[in-house]
C-alpha cells in the first residue's frame, strides 16, 4: 500500500475516533444483528424444529444439504434442519459491512462536501484513485473485521447453547469462504456503491440510497439458499466472489471518472 493511500486512511480513521456515535454504530449495530440471528433460530428450532422437519417441502432441501454435507447424514432430521438454519449464516454476516458502508461511505463524503473540506484535498499530490480507495478502504478494514469478529462470536455462541454438532458440519470450506472471502469483496463492494452514489448527492440520506441497493442481493442469496433453488457449493461461491471482485474494479474505475477534480469541485461549490 502506498503512502498517500496509508494517508487518507489514517485521515479517515483519525475522524471516525473522534465520534462515539460513529464508534458505537460500528460495533452495538453488527453485535445486535448476530445476536438477534442466535435468538431467532434457537426460537425457531424449540418450537418449529419438529414441524419443519416433518414437512414435505422443506425435505427436497434438507437432502440436496445432505449430499454436499455427508456427515449430515448421521444426524437425526431435527438436527438437520437446525444445521440448515446455521448455515444460512454465512450470507447472512455479509449484512454486516453492508449496512456499516450504507452509513460511512456516503457520510464521509458528503460531509466533506457540505463542510467544503473536499477542495483542499483535492489540491494535494493524491490521485483521484487513491484518494477514493483509501475512503472505501478505512471503512471496509474495520467492517471486514467487526464481520469476522460475528461471525466469531455466533459460532461460539452456537456451540454454548448446544449447537456444536450442526456447526461443525456446517464448517465447510464454502460456507468459511461465504463467510470469510466474501465479507471483504462485499464490504468493499458497499463503500464504492455509496461513493458513486455520493457523486451527484445533496446531502447524507440521498447518497445513503444507492447503498441501499446492496441489502436487496444479499437478501437474495439467502432466499435461493433456503428455498432450495441453489446449494451454494464451493465453486459456486468462488465464482460469486470473482464475479464481485470484478464489479468492484469496474465501479472503482466509474467512481474515479465521476470524481474528477475538475467535477467534483464546480459540481460540489
Known amino acids: 500500500m502506498n503512502t498517500r493511500i496509508r494517508n487518507v486512511l489514517f485521515h479517515e480513521w483519525s475522524y471516525l475516533a473522534k465520534s462515539s456515535s460513529n464508534l458505537l454504530y460500528i460495533t452495538l449495530i453488527p453485535l445486535l444483528l448476530t445476536g438477534e440471528a442466535l435468538v431467532v433460530i434457537a426460537l425457531v428450532h424449540r418450537f418449529a424444529g419438529t414441524a419443519i422437519a416433518s414437512s414435505g417441502a422443506i425435505g427436497p432441501i434438507l437432502d440436496r444439504m445432505v449430499a454436499q454435507v455427508a456427515v449430515l447424514s448421521r444426524v437425526s432430521r431435527e438436527e438437520q434442519v437446525l444445521a440448515f438454519l446455521v448455515y444460512q449464516f454465512g450470507f447472512f454476516s455479509l449484512l454486516v459491512p453492508a449496512m456499516i458502508a450504507n452509513v460511512f461511505s456516503t457520510l464521509s463524503l458528503v460531509e466533506e462536501k457540505l463542510s ?109 439458499q433456503v428455498t432450495g433453488l441453489v446449494w451454494f457449493s464451493l465453486g459456486i461461491v468462488l465464482a460469486l466472489a470473482a464475479s464481485l471482485a470484478l464489479v468492484d474494479l469496474l465501479l472503482l474505475r466509474l467512481a474515479v471518472r465521476l470524481f474528477s477534480r475538475e467535477t467534483v469541485v464546480i459540481r460540489w461549490k
Do not use: M, N
Request: aromatic share 8%; charged share 5%; proline share 6%.
Open 116 to 224: 467544503r473540506i473536499l477542495e483542499p484535498l483535492l489540491a494535494t499530490p493524491v490521485r483521484t484513485w487513491e484518494l477514493l480507495l483509501g475512503k472505501a478502504l478505512a471503512g471496509a478494514i474495520p467492517a471486514i473485521v467487526v464481520s469476522w469478529i460475528c461471525t466469531a462470536l455466533f459460532l461460539a455462541g452456537g456451540t454454548a447453547l448446544g449447537w456444536a454438532t450442526a456447526i461443525q458440519a456446517v464448517l465447510t470450506p464454502a460456507w468459511l469462504l461465504s463467510a470469510l472471502l466474501l465479507s471483504p469483496i462485499v464490504a468493499l463492494l458497499s463503500f464504492l456503491i455509496g461513493i458513486v452514489g455520493s457523486a451527484r448527492a445533496a446531502d447524507p440520506k440521498s447518497a445513503q440510497g444507492a447503498a441501499v441497493f446492496l441489502v436487496l442481493p444479499i437478501f437474495g442469496l439467502v432466499a435461493l
